[in-house]
């Protein structure tokens, strides 16, 4: 099978190990096209060029670059033709131009489609992406969806077709693995991971929540964004500020090191109209470091974390404190917490199984 695989996504050297897991399969000839960089709201993604081994990887320009909406590649068509593929993954939402283009180009050559999702919940958007998106899915043959509400949405706006419930990525537990020892006596570090800081990832919650616990105890918090200075500025009122540590972006190679020297990972997001958490991927990276979890119920998190953490309901200052409390007080239940954590991982969430499941999905669209 040739699979041309088009995905801003696998910018993310982390996320390109997947691939090299696809590529493995002796059934499978491999394209990956993804943008030299990707002008995202929190900063300029650039390629990262790290695992690269057993397909080909290429880097083409595209137009209305950081438009999510509205971008699309204009050599596509050419690759297309070129590479011949018998299936085109596009790893994109159904109303976006990219994914819209890609399945016409696709179908130009007589390669079968799917695309990818993570939208859980049943949005209605205006002209011309409404028409896209109805083409889309009454033309393309296969959709991977990312969590399990996306099924109900995308069946909910008309998508008969087959469907296959996979994350987009999963983690590399080689990479990814529990540190050789957690220093008991430096105290108790709660660790907030998110590439942006905004309203809906809740880390005012656990900045109130945190403000009650007893002893030494620091929480150190990653990302850039909007909501930043009113964080600090939090801190300060609650009397926390030499207690928090702002770290801004950590880089993908160097997330598991920064994971692995938590005592427990947070996740407080909350819904909100226009969205609500779809994955929350750094709880897997923590798992896999051994790293105890917290989330709130939004979205995809619990069916994530299932028994291997704990959930709080969103926006319960008072319930994260008593979990956060609970886990300081018992080293005993952080580390079954962080074995449970790794075993459902290796039982889920590996690269190896996300690609061995996404290479079912090629299959099954072969035989049909």
Not at 3 to 20: D, F, N, P, R, W
Not at 56 to 77: M, S
Not at 249 to 254: A, D, T
Not at 344 to 356: G, M, P, S
Request: with cysteine; charged share 20%.
């Amino acid at each position: 099978m040739k699979i041309l695989m088009l995905s801003k996504a696998c910018l993310v050297g982390a996320y390109q190990t997947k691939l090299e897991e696809i590529a493995k399969f002796d059934d499978v000839e491999l394209l990956v096209i993804v943008p030299p960089v990707w002008l995202d709201p929190s900063g300029p993604v650039a390629l990262e060029r790290s695992h690269t081994d057993g397909y080909r990887l290429l880097a083409d320009p595209i137009r209305f670059n950081g438009h999510f909406h509205l971008h699309y590649y204009p050599r596509l068509k050419q690759r297309v033709a070129e590479f011949q593929p018998d299936i085109v993954h596009i790893d994109e939402e159904p109303y976006n131009l990219a994914t819209f283009l890609a399945m016409r180009q696709a179908k130009s050559v007589g390669a079968k489609t799917l695309f990818f999702t993570w939208q859980n919940l049943a949005r209605r958007y205006p002209f011309p992406f409404s028409w896209m998106e109805k083409r889309v899915l009454a033309g393309v043959d296969a959709a991977i969806m990312g969590n399990q509400e996306a099924v109900a949405v995308w069946q909910g706006k008309g998508y008969t077709g087959p469907h296959t419930v996979i994350p987009q990525f999963g983690v590399d537990t080689q990479a990814y693995q529990p540190p050789p020892r957690r220093d008991r006596g430096r105290g108790f570090v709660i660790g907030s991971a998110n590439r942006r800081l905004v309203p809906e990832k809740g880390v005012d919650v656990l900045l109130r929540a945190a403000a009650k616990l007893p002893g030494i105890w620091r929480l150190q918090i990653a990302g850039e964004g909007p909501e930043r200075p009113l964080l600090q500025q939090l801190a300060h009122q609650l009397g926390i500020a030499d207690r928090v540590q702002f770290d801004g972006p950590i880089p993908s190679g160097q997330m598991s090191a920064y994971l692995q020297q938590m005592d427990v990972l947070v996740l407080p997001s909350r819904t909100r109209p226009n969205w609500k958490e779809q994955f929350g991927r750094v709880l897997i990276e923590a798992m896999a470091c051994e790293t105890a979890v917290i989330g709130s119920d939004s979205g995809e998190i619990p069916h994530v974390i299932g028994d291997a953490g704990l959930i709080f309901p969103e926006d319960d200052v008072a319930a994260l404190h008593a979990h956060l409390l609970r886990v300081m007080q018992s080293p005993d239940l952080r580390d079954e917490l962080g074995r449970n954590g790794r075993a459902r991982v290796q039982a889920h969430y590996t690269q190896a199984q996300i690609a061995a499941q996404t290479v079912a999905v090629y299959r099954e669209m072969m035989a049909e």
